[in-house]
């Protein structure tokens, strides 16, 4: 089995691992966590009873060794890139570099709020308090959700456009496109489930 092979095996297991993250900080006991609970106390408790405290504990932690596995996977694509297009593969690492550091920064920022909301009794101060901390720290959503968005152009334009050695209609191995596809369902971890589509395609592939 090739180097590359070995990387996007491990970027599979990271990107399920991630999503299985994300499930832990959207399915509650109580229901399925949706933001705009987070503007009533009453819905936004009934959600969180139950649920136990290891949950976002585990989702944090787990968290960042699951990007730590899938940051291979992405700088193995970047690495690849280069014989083709030098400014696309130049984007796609700065982009990793982008999703890897704001991502990581963006998972404990989501998880933290959940602990802190069910450690403090699910009070409406505990919810005034986490909904002030997601927003001040939204723009590590917002930095990591945009190095996919670059990443995602970059692999797409040289796919499609014919410069790789990949056939056109792979450019469909890709996490943007697949993940506006999944988006819609509005199913936990959809990121995640797309980024493991991606690699296991592009695995036969390449």
């Known amino acids: 089995m090739s180097v590359m092979k070995i990387t996007f095996l491990l ?16 399915y509650m006991p109580g229901g399925r966590f949706h933001f705009e609970d987070m503007k009533d106390n009453g819905r936004l ?5 139950g649920m136990p405290l290891r949950n976002s504990l585990l989702s944090m932690l787990l968290g960042c060794l699951a ?18 297009s030098e400014p696309c593969a130049v984007l796609m690492l700065i982009s990793t570099v982008m999703v890897l550091t704001f991502g990581v920064a963006h998972h404990v920022f989501c998880g933290m709020p ?10 409406e101060e505990a919810r005034q308090l986490i909904t002030e901390f997601f927003k001040k720290t939204s723009v590590t ?22 410069w790789t050695p990949l056939p056109r209609w792979a450019c469909v191995f890709n996490i943007l496109p697949l993940m506006l596809v ?15 589509v991606m690699f296991l395609g592009l695995m036969f592939l390449l």
């Open 67 to 84: 990007m730590f596995l899938f940051a291979f996977g992405y700088l193995a694509l970047a690495h690849w890139m280069r014989a083709f």
């Open 114 to 123: 959940e602990w802190l909301y069910v450690k403090m009794g699910r009070t």
């Open 45 to 49: 408790s009934a959600v969180f009873k």
């Open 141 to 162: 959503l917002i930095v990591c959700y945009l190095g996919f968005l670059i990443f995602g152009v970059s692999l797409f334009v040289p796919v499609v456009s014919g």
């Open 11 to 26: 970027a599979i297991a990271g990107h399920l691992l991630c999503g299985v993250c994300d499930c832990l900080l959207t």
């Open 182 to 196: 999944l988006m819609p369902t509005r199913v936990g971890g959809s990121g995640n489930w797309a980024g493991a």
